[in-house]
Nanobody, 113 residues
Framework: QVQLVESGGGLVQAGGSLRLSCAVS????????MGWYRQFPGKEREFVAF????????YADSVKGRFTISREKNEKNTVYLQMTSLRPEDTAVYYCRGWPELWGQGTLVTVSS
């Protein structure tokens, strides 16, 4: 069974930084595109960023210039989301996604004002 395991969430003050990690566990051949989504309380999950196997990236407008997605080409297909200049409105549960429909369990990011 293939799973995505996230880590790195937590509490940070506004203006601070956090780095989320997502590692793939299980027997896989490859996951080409991976990315991050987030979900605010009572809202639908929304796109944050993705990175293709070739390194192409795309970001939601709300995080451009503040968040950076990257990946390590190792056996875990680890993907990172470096978040800087965090704002209280970034508070959400962040989910890792492996296309098409593989999801992590989510990690909570809380930004205090």
């Amino acid at each position: 069974q293939v799973q995505l395991v996230e880590s790195g969430g937590g509490l940070v003050q506004a203006g601070g930084s956090l780095r989320l990690s997502c590692a793939v566990s299980g027997i896989i051949t490859s996951i080409n595109t991976m990315g991050w989504y987030r979900q605010f309380p009572g809202k639908e999950r929304e796109f944050v960023a993705f990175i293709s196997s070739g390194g192409s990236t795309n970001y939601a407008d709300s995080v451009k210039g503040r968040f950076t997605i990257s990946r390590e080409k190792n056996e875990k297909n680890t993907v990172y989301l470096q978040m800087t200049s965090l704002r209280p409105e970034d508070t959400a549960v962040y989910y890792c996604r492996g296309w098409p429909e593989l999801w992590g369990q989510g990690t909570l990011v809380t930004v205090s004002s």
